[in-house]
Each structure stands twice: as structure tokens, then as C-alpha cells.
């Protein structure tokens, strides 16, 4: 049976929890971090392979920022969480387009980093580092939703707010990631 | 008709379906999956690598999952150590807290304005000479307002033959006052006046004329050593 990593963990417990943590509990805050972090850095790897830590840092500073503000149950505490890390994103995205970067062309050929093939990386080993890594080959809605279906936990509604789209068409990317994945794993014939 | 020009009888009448390409089993069953209660029985056996490959993607953390804690843990203490002590109680205590102290604000602030109230309304009725004859003469002495007067007209502290109590208990002043300062009073008012004062010996209290609306007014002080009237107060109402 599947258990999101982040859905549900704390139950009853965890408004005594999230007040605590907001009084200036460390123990309080390291118990919501470690229940997090771990579903934050899997969604990051896959919507921002290239920078996933430092913006779950950036993440954790505006949370830490905003926590004495933030009102709500734990689905709300996890939207929240993943709506923030989606703007980080964003904002990351934004400051590298910016930035002027150095063209390919001028880089030896030899310096260049040499990439083994994602899907046959993720045939190569199992586990959710593959799972992750297979994820990226889908379409980033269908990827993001299913991560924030199945890691973080949210449902279909709160996903729909998350991205700003309606929930059929959530129903929708969901379905046909799951779909694409299929084929996938039937076509190289490897059990995860 | 239709933004395009199209009348509406004109437009297929196919029953709508959001997602033909998805049937209500596998929609069951994926919806299953994605909420995290596995793969039911009877579903499609081609859904099995799909249940797999969720059950991956949400398996207990690993090690590189959980390295940035001390840094977040850092910038925790780094927040809490500077926030004021009050702002680290909990959301709901505060907000007794405040609820309390808006209720009692209210409270405080509908008693001040209760006495402000009677106050300002026993100024005015002590002005417009309308108290009870003890409570006149207290207002009189304690901010001014007009003396009491009997119905005859006669103020009170004067005695029958026209002598005059002095108004100042400083036994070296009597001063003589025409009665409240009166706004908008004309040096031509022909009608009574507040206090019928000063005695026939002559008006103490001069109006040396008049600005716009306001009158100009002297207030003299008779001294009882030499008997010389001093002007006290040049005032403009």
C-alpha cells in the first residue's frame, strides 16, 4: 500500500505541533522539516533539477519567515509549503534568465560534462532516485502533478490551486502522466 | 449565434464528455493510486508497474534528503531570537489577549466619554444659568459661570441694597466681573446682560471695542489698598 511521505503524517497531533512550532519550538520546527524536506527535494529535483537545494533552502527561510502568520490543518500546512517552493522556483528561474551566460560554443568539447541517457540511468537502478529521474522525461505538468498528488500528499482541488488550473484538467495531466509512465515501463520492460 | 457567426441549431449536438480516452474503471483505479491507497482489486494488470513505480517515488526519505536541516534549524533560532517575547506566544493566546484588551479599552473609553458628557453638559447648563441654585454658585465660583439669580433677577452675593461680594477671596482684590465671557457679544448689545453688574458706580468691566465678532474686554481690579482700578485681564473673545 502507498504511503505518501508526506500525507497525513502528523494526524491529530498536529496542531499541537505547528503552535508549538510557532511559540519557538526547535523540536517543534525539526519534526514539520523532517516530515517535509524529503517530498520538497523530490518534487525540486524534478521542476528544478539544477538548483532543487538551494531553493528548498530559500523555501525554508520564507516558511521559517511566515510561520507565526500561517493559519490552517496539515493539508493546508503542505499546500502552503509547496505553493511557496513553486514561487522560489519561479523567482529562480527568473534571476537566471536574467543573468547572461557563457555560449556553449565557446567551451571545449572536452570540458563538457558527459551525460549519461536519463531513461536508461533510471533502468539501471531502481528506487525513487530512477522513479525521479523517469518523471522528467513526462511533460512538467503531468510530472508536477503527480508529485503533488502521490509525495506531497494534496489532493486534486488543492493541486488545481496550486497551479492555477481547474481541477478536470489536473484529473487530466495526472492520468495521462500515469499513462505515459506505463507505456514507459512496459516498453523497457523494467518493474520499479 | 456564436462569437464565430455560427447560429447555435447549426452546432453539433454530441454529448460532451471531459475525458473520452479514460474509463471509469481506470479512473477508479488511477485515482486510487494517486491518493495513496494502492492498487485495488480487479484493476487493469497493466497498472501494476504504475503502482510500482508510486510506491518508488514515495519511499522513505534518503540520507541527501535530509542535509539542509542544520541550516533551517540555524535560521529558525536566527528568526525566534529576534522576534519580541510577546510574539512568541501562540497565535490563540494573543489573540485573547487583544480580545481582552479591546474589551476593555471600550469600556474605558465609553466611561470617559460618559463623564466628558455629564461634564460638558453641566458646564453648559451652568452657562446658560439653568442649575439649581446651590450647584449655580458652585459653578460660578468653580469656572465662572454666571452667579446664581434669584427670579427677580437679583445675583446672588449681591445684597439688596446693590453692594457687591467680591468675587476674588483675596482679601486685596475685588474684582468685578460682568459675568461669563460672552462670544459674539457686541459692545452695542442692547438686550440684559448676564449679570446685572456692576453697580451704578460705574462699569468695571470695559469694553474697549470690537474685532470682526469677537469683543474686546477689560477685566479691572479695584484694589482695596489704595482703591486704584487696575486693569487685570485684556482679553478677546
Known amino acids: 500500500m502507498l504511503v505518501p511521505i508526506l500525507g497525513a503524517v502528523f494526524g491529530e497531533d498536529f496542531p499541537a505541533v505547528l503552535a508549538a512550532a510557532q511559540r519557538g519550538s526547535e523540536a517543534a520546527f525539526t519534526r514539520l522539516w523532517l516530515d517535509a524536506n524529503p517530498a520538497l527535494i523530490r518534487y525540486l529535483r524534478v521542476i528544478a533539477p539544477e538548483a532543487a537545494e538551494d531553493v528548498a533552502s530559500d523555501t525554508w527561510v520564507q516558511v521559517v519567515r511566515g510561520l507565526v502568520r500561517f493559519r490552517g490543518d496539515e493539508p493546508a500546512w ?3 509549503l509547496f505553493t511557496t517552493a513553486r514561487r522560489r522556483v ?6 537566471r534568465s536574467r543573468r547572461r551566460e557563457e555560449p556553449l560554443e565557446d567551451v571545449p568539447v572536452a570540458a563538457l560534462p558527459v551525460i549519461a541517457d536519463a531513461a536508461d540511468e533510471a533502468m539501471e537502478r531502481l528506487g525513487t532516485q530512477s522513479a525521479i529521474t523517469l518523471l522528467e522525461r513526462l511533460p512538467r505538468l503531468q510530472a508536477e502533478v503527480i508529485l503533488l498528488r ?17 481541477p478536470g484538467a489536473v484529473r487530466v495531466a495526472a492520468h495521462r502522466g500515469l499513462r505515459r509512465l506505463a507505456e514507459i515501463l512496459t516498453e523497457a520492460g523494467v518493474t520499479l | 449565434m456564436t462569437g464565430s457567426g455560427v447560429s447555435g441549431s447549426n452546432m453539433p449536438s454530441q454529448p460532451w464528455t471531459a475525458r473520452p480516452d479514460v474509463s471509469p474503471a481506470e479512473d477508479t483505479s488511477v485515482e486510487a493510486l494517486l491518493a495513496g491507497a494502492g492498487l485495488p482489486a480487479g484493476a487493469d494488470p497493466e497498472l501494476r ?4 513505480f508510486l510506491a518508488a517515488l514515495s519511499a522513505r526519505p534518503a540520507g541527501d534528503e535530509l542535509t539542509g536541516l542544520a541550516a533551517a534549524q540555524a535560521e529558525f533560532r536566527r528568526h525566534v531570537a529576534a522576534r519580541p517575547a510577546h510574539a512568541r506566544q501562540s497565535p490563540g493566546r494573543r489573540r485573547r489577549r487583544f480580545g481582552l484588551a479591546t474589551r476593555l479599552s471600550v469600556k474605558a473609553g465609553a466611561a470617559t466619554a460618559l463623564v466628558v458628557m455629564a461634564l460638558g453638559g453641566a458646564a453648559a447648563a451652568a452657562y446658560a444659568d439653568v442649575l ?10 468653580a469656572i465662572g459661570a454666571p452667579a446664581y439669580r434669584a427670579k427677580h433677577g437679583r445675583p446672588a452675593g449681591t445684597s439688596a441694597a446693590g453692594s457687591a461680594v467680591p468675587h476674588s477671596r483675596h482679601p486685596a482684590h475685588q474684582t ?3 459675568g461669563p465671557p460672552a462670544r459674539h457679544r457686541s459692545v452695542h448689545h442692547a438686550g440684559p446682560p448676564h449679570l446685572v453688574w456692576p453697580p451704578a458706580t ?3 468691566v470695559h469694553h ?3 474685532l470682526g465678532a469677537h469683543a474686546v474686554h477689560n477685566v479691572i481690579v479695584r484694589t482695596a489698598r489704595d482703591g486704584a482700578d487696575r486693569r487685570l485681564l485684556r482679553g478677546r473673545e
Open chain 2, 49 to 52: 508497474p504504475v503502482a510500482d
Open chain 1, 90 to 95: 519561479i523567482d529562480a528561474s527568473r534571476r
Open chain 2, 132 to 141: 439649581p441654585g446651590s450647584w449655580q454658585q458652585f459653578a460660578h465660583s
Open chain 2, 202 to 204: 460705574g462699569p468695571f
Open chain 2, 208 to 210: 474697549s471695542g470690537a
Open chain 1, 78 to 80: 503542505r499546500a502552503w
Open chain 1, 150 to 166: 502521490v509525495v506531497a500528499g494534496l489532493d486534486t482541488d488543492a493541486v488545481a490551486r496550486l497551479l492555477g488550473r481547474s
Open chain 2, 176 to 178: 468685578y466681573l460682568s
